[in-house]
């Protein structure tokens, strides 16, 4: 009988696979940088995600739409791989 804590248990390596993405950055001032990824052509979907999560959120979908559309998805200051600086107003009206 196969170990369920093992099957389950994922490593830092099992997202890259599933989100292998390069991110790009967006200078907001003040040393601050966005993260976001942006993939394919065509028509362009914006992906934002809502809070707690970042842009892995939306893997499936990229990987899916990037033949036919541009995929664009943000990570919002302070998620996933953009900065996440102590001092920063991390409300929704600044998001």
């Known amino acids: 009988m ?3 804590a093992e099957s389950t248990t994922s490593t830092s390596a099992d997202w890259h696979e599933l989100f292998p ?3 790009k950055r967006f200078q907001l001032g003040e040393g601050i940088s966005l993260a976001f990824v942006d993939e394919g052509r065509g028509d362009p979907i ?3 995600h809502g809070n707690p999560t ?3 959120y939306f893997h499936h979908l990229i990987r899916g739409m990037q033949q036919t559309n541009r995929c664009v998805a943000v990570d919002h200051v302070g998620c996933g791989r953009s900065d996440k600086p102590q ?3 991390y409300s929704l009206d600044q998001h």
Do not use: G, Q, R
Request: aromatic share 26%; net charge negative; glycine share 0%.
């Open 2 to 4: 196969p170990n369920t």
């Open 21 to 23: 993405f390069e991110s």
């Open 46 to 48: 914006l992906m934002v």
């Open 54 to 56: 970042w842009s892995f």
């Open 87 to 89: 001092h920063y107003n």
